[in-house]
């Protein structure tokens, strides 16, 4: 509590009406020293020609007994009354860092109601605005002393971390506030300060249950024959396309990438089970995804291409691998690609890596996560990787995960796993008659799969050619217009960005 940590908000978040940066010294006197903090008095009046633990008895009230017996109660004594001082500090600590807290809180209008969960380099909370709204916000708190060294604390190892609460609210008031998405796809910035020990990032609070809890009570209505797979894979496709769109948008139009799609953070919301009257189950058609959490997001400065090369990889090209070249092999378009190995490179693949000099998204940032095995493979690696394809082979995962209720595989080595060795081998029926979960995919889901789960990163989709796939033809023929204009709009917004903005953002 006493530590001074040299971290504080930068100018171009100060400028947020909601920012500012507040110090304990506000609540206290200049010179005051929290009582916590002040030397013990019985540690100072010890002298050195006395017994320290029979000083500690007479202390507290205990009479030194004489005999054999005075040696086993003087250490009695010292142990509880350690045991007890001890206690009593932490108590007095954990309450002076608790009203410290909630008279900063206070001063921006927030009153904290209950944790949430823990991350990194914290914890996550749900508050409420002092205001008569009431209004619930979800509010991240990273300790000072761990975002200033970049490591992370669990029993009692330390352990290097990758992220930036600071470039985080940055680049999120960058995304939906200077920016509109083009659906309410992501939780909102609404602000950010500091205390003395603590950097808090406050956002829009989601009501609703994470994707992995969601996913779970499915499988547990279809195991239980209350609700039909046909149903499941509807929803399923509807909730990837959600999440696909948003992808989408952040690639293309705003060269960010998230790099921590998962389960857990992206919220359900309206996700509720309705009986119907032959007692079966559905999801409400009003559910929709909102991404929460983004302690690895990045935007990349992107340089401007030729007109002739922006033609040619625009999005929605009629160059897309999704695209045939005559309306008679369209069957055979998505036969193609459901077949294709990891072996066999499409024709507009280059041989070299991706990530090169050339490569505006190349990054080398390394994520932490409680299941690393499922990061894309050059990731997991510590490799350098391209940022958009990280996040594509985190959708293949999640729409294996969502589709079949369990993770594709539990470890990359082959040896180890079987189903790892058919990924890499692009054995996706293999995969699903292994795990007894053929019914709940079909053709069009497992040629997406093949493009989206590719261990050779040079042959994985981008985002604009997810939403081109046959999977996703309903989707994209009723929202391509809508698409395209917003991405116009961001693009043109995205010109106007400020100096400060563009060195404070990007990743290179």
């Given at each position: 509590?006493?530590?001074?940590?040299?971290?504080?908000?930068?100018?171009?978040?100060?400028?947020?009406?909601?920012?500012?940066?507040?110090?304990?010294?506000?609540?206290?006197?200049?010179?005051?020293?929290?009582?916590?903090?002040?030397?013990?008095?019985?540690?100072?009046?010890?002298?050195?020609?006395?017994?320290?633990?029979?000083?500690?008895?007479?202390?507290?009230?205990?009479?030194?007994?004489?005999?054999?017996?005075?040696?086993?109660?003087?250490?009695?004594?010292?142990?509880?009354?350690?045991?007890?001082?001890?206690?009593?500090?932490?108590?007095?600590?954990?309450?002076?860092?608790?009203?410290?807290?909630?008279?900063?809180?206070?001063?921006?209008?927030?009153?904290?109601?209950?944790?949430?969960?823990?991350?990194?380099?914290?914890?996550?909370?749900?508050?409420?605005?002092?205001?008569?709204?009431?209004?619930?916000?979800?509010?991240?708190?990273?300790?000072?002393?761990?975002?200033?060294?970049?490591?992370?604390?669990?029993?009692?190892?330390?352990?290097?971390?990758?992220?930036?609460?600071?470039r985080e609210g940055l680049i999120l008031h960058h995304l939906t506030v200077k920016n509109q998405p083009p659906y309410a796809y992501l939780a909102r910035f609404i602000g950010m300060f500091e205390s003395q020990d603590a950097i808090y990032l406050v956002t829009e609070h989601v009501d609703g249950v994470s994707l992995q809890e969601f996913m779970q009570r499915a499988h547990l209505l279809i195991l239980q024959k209350k609700m039909s797979i046909k149903h499941w894979k509807q929803i399923v496709k509807f909730v990837m396309w959600?999440?696909?769109?948003?992808?989408?948008?952040?690639?293309?139009?705003?060269?960010?990438?998230?790099?921590?799609?998962?389960?857990?953070?992206?919220?359900?919301?309206?996700?509720?089970?309705?009986?119907?009257?032959?007692?079966?189950?559905?999801?409400?058609?009003?559910?929709?995804?909102?991404?929460?959490?983004?302690?690895?997001?990045?935007?990349?400065?992107?340089?401007?291409?030729?007109?002739?090369?922006?033609?040619?990889?625009?999005?929605?090209?009629?160059?897309?691998?999704?695209?045939?070249?005559?309306?008679?092999?369209?069957?055979?378009?998505?036969?193609?690609?459901?077949?294709?190995?990891?072996?066999?490179?499409?024709?507009?693949?280059?041989?070299?890596?991706?990530?090169?000099?050339?490569?505006?998204?190349?990054?080398?940032?390394?994520?932490?996560?409680?299941?690393?095995?499922?990061?894309?493979?050059?990731?997991?690696?510590?490799?350098?990787?391209?940022?958009?394809?990280?996040?594509?082979?985190?959708?293949?995962?999640?729409?294996?995960?969502?589709?079949?209720?369990?993770?594709?595989?539990?470890?990359?080595?082959?040896?180890?796993?079987?189903?790892?060795?058919?990924?890499?081998?692009?054995?996706?029926?293999q995969l699903m008659a292994a795990r007894q979960r053929s019914r709940y995919v079909n053709p069009k889901m497992l040629a997406l799969l093949r493009r989206l789960l590719n261990v050779r990163e040079e042959s994985r989709i981008c985002a604009w050619q997810i939403l081109q796939c046959p999977w996703f033809e309903p989707y994209f023929n009723r929202h391509r217009s809508q698409i395209e204009k917003h991405s116009v709009m961001c693009k043109a917004r995205k010109k106007k960005m400020n100096a400060d903005d563009e060195q404070l953002?990007?990743?290179?």
């Open positions: 509590v006493s530590s001074q940590t040299n971290v504080s908000l930068p100018n171009s978040l100060l400028r947020f009406s909601t920012i500012d940066s507040y110090s304990v010294k506000e609540e206290s006197s200049a010179n005051r020293t929290p009582p916590i903090l002040r030397q013990p008095t019985i540690a100072s009046s010890v002298s050195s020609d006395r017994c320290p633990i029979r000083h500690i008895t007479q202390v507290h009230g205990r009479q030194p007994q004489h005999g054999a017996e005075e040696k086993q109660t003087d250490l009695a004594c010292l142990d509880s009354n350690a045991s007890a001082q001890s206690s009593s500090t932490v108590l007095d600590i954990l309450s002076y860092s608790d009203k410290v807290e909630e008279r900063c809180l206070q001063k921006y209008g927030y009153r904290r109601v209950r944790t949430t969960s823990r991350h990194l380099q914290g914890e996550i909370f749900e508050a409420v605005s002092l205001d008569d709204t009431n209004t619930k916000v979800r509010i991240k708190k990273v300790d000072k002393k761990l975002h200033s060294k970049r490591i992370s604390i669990k029993e009692d190892m330390h352990f290097v971390v990758d992220t930036d609460i600071i959600q999440i696909c769109t948003i992808v989408y948008w952040l690639h293309n139009d705003m060269n960010c990438c998230h790099l921590d799609l998962n389960l857990n953070t992206i919220m359900v919301q309206n996700a509720d089970f309705i009986q119907k009257e032959d007692q079966h189950f559905e999801v409400d058609g009003k559910i929709q995804i909102k991404i929460v959490d983004f302690c690895y997001l990045e935007a990349f400065r992107v340089k401007e291409k030729d007109q002739d090369e922006s033609d040619v990889n625009s999005p929605f090209s009629p160059l897309s691998p999704w695209t045939p070249s005559d309306k008679e092999h369209g069957a055979f378009s998505v036969v193609r690609y459901a077949r294709q190995s990891a072996d066999e490179p499409d024709d507009d693949d280059d041989d070299d890596n991706d990530c090169n000099d050339d490569n505006d998204f190349a990054c080398s940032k390394r994520i932490s996560t409680e299941k690393d095995y499922l990061l894309a493979p050059r990731v997991y690696a510590e490799d350098t990787y391209d940022a958009r394809k990280a996040d594509v082979w985190a959708i293949g995962v999640l729409l294996l995960q969502l589709a079949t209720g369990c993770d594709p595989y539990h470890s990359v080595n082959a040896d180890e796993d079987e189903n790892w060795q058919r990924i890499q081998q692009q054995q996706f029926e953002l990007y990743y290179n």
